[in-house]
């Protein structure tokens, strides 16, 4: 039952980027999202990672994993449509 609400809590986090990052791939801008988001939620990301593997957490290591993904997605996005 704990796993369940690991990967439930992870699967929400995910979603959470995907509505960003789908309106800023159509409109190819990412003017409303400052890098010291971006930069602190992957520092935090990272850390957290380092955590579930440390612990052997798999829940949180796929789940944040995959956020991972989305979050470096939306910073490869600044970074296309930005600069810095």
């Known amino acids: 039952m ?3 609400f690991g990967y439930f809590g992870g699967l929400f986090l ?3 980027f ?3 990052i ?3 791939a159509r409109s190819k801008s ?3 999202i400052s890098w010291g988001l971006l930069t ?3 520092a935090s990301a990272l850390s957290y ?4 593997i440390m612990l052997n957490l798999t829940p ?3 789940m944040n994993g995959v956020f991972l993904v989305s979050v470096a997605i939306a910073m490869a996005m600044k970074w296309r449509f930005d600069g810095i």
């Not at 990672?49 to 579930?52: P, R, S, T, V």
Request: charged share 20%; net charge negative; proline share 4%.
């Open 2 to 4: 704990a796993d369940l």
């Open 14 to 16: 995910m979603i959470s």
């Open 18 to 20: 995907f509505p960003q």
């Open 22 to 24: 789908v309106k800023s």
């Open 30 to 32: 990412m003017r409303d």
């Open 40 to 42: 602190a939620t992957i």
């Open 49 to 52: 990672e380092i955590y579930a």
């Open 60 to 62: 949180v290591i796929i």
